[in-house]
T-cell receptor, first 115, second 113 residues
């Protein structure tokens, strides 16, 4: 079946540093990938839509300069949290759309802790 | 603005009892509705979508546009059904239903033996 892999699964960084999270579709090509954020005991919130070869589309209230998204190939999208602060600590989840199956598959998530 | 509401944070039923997880939505156009499930320590996975009109693992869900609901039902709960269930809506993009989703807050279903 279609597999989406995120790396790392958990990361701890110091305040002020930047962290990159990778999202890969392992056995299909994904022209569109999505990044979500989930706070404890809350729902997933769509942050942005990542389109291969073009700029990401950000949801209202999401700072594009803080959450840099790059979708350079059909199997890889990256989310970089720049100048991280403790309030950026969260669970970040990506999903990738498999056009062939007309379905989006989810990664296992990345737990970011900013200290 | 589109919104998905799952009124129950936690639902506990006994094995063999019927289960109904509620989901209501708000959207001005024609949405596509989904149910996702997350078992313990696993990733989110699609359970079913309204356009498929299928039963997965004994679960069914019918889209009721009049009541703007998409409740998930199963006649006889099994212990392995214990998980987090999320109702989700796709409506901002055309076709496919595999676009950016708006999620409800989720319902934790516990099936007691």
């Amino acid at each position: 079946g279609a597999v989406v892999s995120q790396h790392p699964s958990r990361v701890i960084c110091k305040s002020g540093t930047s962290v990159k999270i990778e999202c890969r579709s392992l056995d299909f090509q994904a022209t569109t990938m999505f990044w979500y954020r989930q706070f404890p005991k809350q729902s997933l919130m769509l942050m942005a839509t990542s389109n291969e070869g073009s700029k990401a589309t950000y949801e209202q209230g999401v700072e594009k300069d803080k959450f840099l998204i790059n979708h350079a190939s059909l199997t890889l999208s990256t989310l970089t949290v720049t100048s991280a602060h403790p309030e950026d600590s969260s669970f970040y989840i990506c999903s990738a759309r498999d056009r062939g199956k007309n379905e989006a598959f989810f990664g296992q998530g990345t737990r970011l802790t900013v200290v | 603005a589109q919104r998905v509401t799952q009124p129950e944070k936690l639902l506990s039923v006994f094995k063999g009892a019927p289960v109904e997880l509620k989901c209501n939505y708000s959207y001005s156009g024609s949405p596509e509705l989904f149910w996702y499930v997350q078992y313990s320590r696993q990733r989110l996975q699609l359970l079913l979508r309204h356009i498929s009109r299928e039963s997965i693992k004994g679960f069914t869900a019918d889209l009721n546009k009049g009541e703007t609901s998409f409740h998930l039902k199963k006649p006889f709960a099994q212990e392995e059904d214990s998980a987090m269930y999320y109702c989700a809506l796709s409506g901002r993009y055309s076709g496919g239903g595999a676009d950016g989703l708006t999620f409800g807050k989720g319902t934790h279903l516990i099936i007691q033996p």
